[in-house]
């Protein structure tokens, strides 16, 4: 039977329990799915519980994203190479005697922008998720441009060895001229940009689901771009931590259809 949960600071937001119960049902896999509150001060102390008990995976959001990484790693964690270049996993799954650590954020980024043109690409935001992204585009992307609000994520970014040209600029910088936007920051952070936002980018990708729309996603959709929203991005990496957790073979598409209808339906 699966036992499995999401941990972060505040959680009681999260659909992800909604989503992966409602997986099990469709795939007919016993398992429960739950949320759990945790800080990155209570991590250390709940992976050595979780070590000894009957968990099968855990799905990261904030802000454990980059906590898991350096605690795993502490204690002997199998983390993905790309996780731990990027700083940044949202999947524990056991793998024996420890956990085996990754980014389903990274391959849910790599299977939603497969068809996309993605020449310039800018990502509004420095933290886990936009490292996702990044990593999801590197070698892809001939540039991509960073929308900082502050500079201290700039020499993280640049560090991560990457193929494509990285440019960074101030959080009010234009986005005429690029294929695809990704907007990554907090509920908020971007309403300024929402706001003066006057061209039409080709696909804009924003990561957050609650609320729905944001007001930079309304702003888009309104200027004719194409949209990608957080609910898909919360579907298709659960698809690929439901995969991890269950080893069970299924038609990713049909899962896929059943979960966003199950999702959309409990959007503000």
Not at 75 to 102: E, H
């Amino acid at each position: 039977m699966i036992k499995a949960a999401v941990l972060g600071s505040p959680i009681n937001h999260s659909l992800s329990p909604l989503l992966h119960n409602a997986a099990y049902d469709f795939l007919g896999i016993p398992g429960k799915y739950e949320a759990i509150d945790l800080t990155p001060e209570n991590a250390r102390s709940f992976f050595i519980a979780a070590l000894k008990e009957d968990w099968t995976g855990f799905s990261l959001t904030m802000p454990l994203k980059e906590t898991v990484v350096d605690v795993g790693a502490d204690l002997g964690f199998d983390i993905d190479p790309i996780a731990l270049r990027m700083r940044s996993a949202n999947t524990l799954f056991r793998n024996g005697n420890t956990f085996a650590a990754l980014s389903t954020d990274r391959t849910a980024f790599v299977h939603l922008l497969a068809d996309i043109k993605k020449e310039k690409v800018a990502i509004i935001g420095g933290g886990g998720t936009a490292r996702a992204a990044l990593c999801a585009l590197d070698g892809v992307a001939t540039s991509i441009d960073f929308l900082l609000r502050s500079q201290n994520r700039r020499d993280l970014l640049s560090s991560l060895g990457l193929k494509s040209r990285l440019n960074f600029h101030a959080m009010d910088y234009s986005l005429e001229g690029y294929d695809l936007v990704i907007a990554t920051v907090p509920v908020g952070a971007s309403d300024l940009i929402a706001h003066t936002l006057e061209c039409t980018v080709p696909t804009f990708f924003e990561v957050l689901y609650k609320p729905y729309p944001t007001p930079l996603l309304s702003r888009a959709r309104a200027l004719g771009s194409r949209t990608i929203d957080g609910m898909d991005l919360l579907v298709e990496q659960a698809i690929d931590q439901i995969a991890l957790f269950t080893g069970a073979l299924f038609n990713r598409e049909e899962l896929r259809t059943h979960l966003l209808k199950v999702g959309r339906s409990h959007l503000d």
